[in-house]
């Protein structure tokens, strides 16, 4: 069945290191984001990409970065900069085209820093 | 800022409709009414959508106002399963850029009682 995987779907990290999430999709999307997610909020855009080589920054990237070499694949590093990180992290894709913009999510990926 | 409306919370019991409200008084003419939900600690899971005309599909029914202010998430029969956080969105229908991006707020803490 095609989708999005996150991996890892938790994660501890020390302060001071850089982890990376794993988003990777089968659904021939052009378009990918990552969202962050914090307890009883909503979500909010970290970066997006919308097509192979390409991303922008959304409202929160400070502290993160991001690559998107493959069409299937988009991962999101957390830096050491990013003061705030344990919070759920979600991947995203959709189609291109005119029309309805559906997304669809991955399952999540919850980072804690200890 | 999210561009719609919706109640913190709201009980139902099993077995009944749940009717959940969206105000969205400033959509514009070419927003879709987008309803996603979120099961506790998963990504979010796109229910249905609309731009003017009703809509049903096998999740549930979207029905939208004639001037498009607001908008009516029915599931015709809740089930435990169906506990979970509902939100309504409005996006724009031409996804270039940033605007792919749907705007997430705290949406509606749906609570399905035995």
């Known amino acids: 069945d095609g989708g999005i995987t996150q991996s890892p779907k938790y994660l501890f990290r020390k302060e001071g290191q850089n982890v990376t999430l794993s988003c990777e999709q089968n659904?021939?999307?052009?378009?990918m984001y990552w969202y962050r997610q914090d307890p009883g909020q909503g979500l909010r855009l970290i970066y997006y990409?919308?097509?192979?080589?390409?991303?922008q920054k959304g409202d929160i990237a400070e502290g993160y970065s991001v690559s998107r070499e493959k069409k299937e694949s988009f991962p999101l590093t957390v830096t050491s900069a990013q003061k705030n990180p344990t919070a759920f992290y979600l991947c995203?894709?959709?189609?291109?085209?005119?029309?309805?913009?559906?997304?669809?999510f991955g399952a999540g990926s919850r980072l804690t820093v200890l | 800022d999210a561009k719609t409306t919706q109640p913190p919370s709201m009980d139902c019991a099993e077995g009944r409709a749940a009717n959940l409200p969206c105000n969205h008084s400033?959509?514009?003419?070419?927003?879709?009414v987008y309803w996603y939900r979120q099961i506790h600690s998963q990504g979010p899971q796109y229910i249905i959508h609309?731009?003017?005309n009703n809509e049903t599909n096998e999740m549930a029914s979207l029905i939208i106002t004639e001037d498009r202010k607001s908008s009516t998430l029915i599931l015709p029969h809740a089930t435990l399963r169906d506990t979970a956080v509902y939100y309504c969105?409005?996006?724009?229908?031409?996804?270039?850029?940033?605007?792919?991006?749907?705007?997430f707020g705290k949406g509606t803490k749906l609570s399905v009682k035995p």
């Open positions: 995203a894709s959709r189609r291109s085209g005119t029309g309805a913009n559906v997304l669809t």
């Open positions: 659904l021939n999307h052009d378009a």
């Open positions: 990409s919308q097509i192979v080589n390409d991303f």
């Open positions: 400033t959509i514009s003419g070419n927003e879709y």
């Open positions: 609309g731009l003017k």
């Open positions: 969105i409005v996006g724009n229908m031409n996804y270039g850029g940033s605007q792919g991006n749907l705007i």
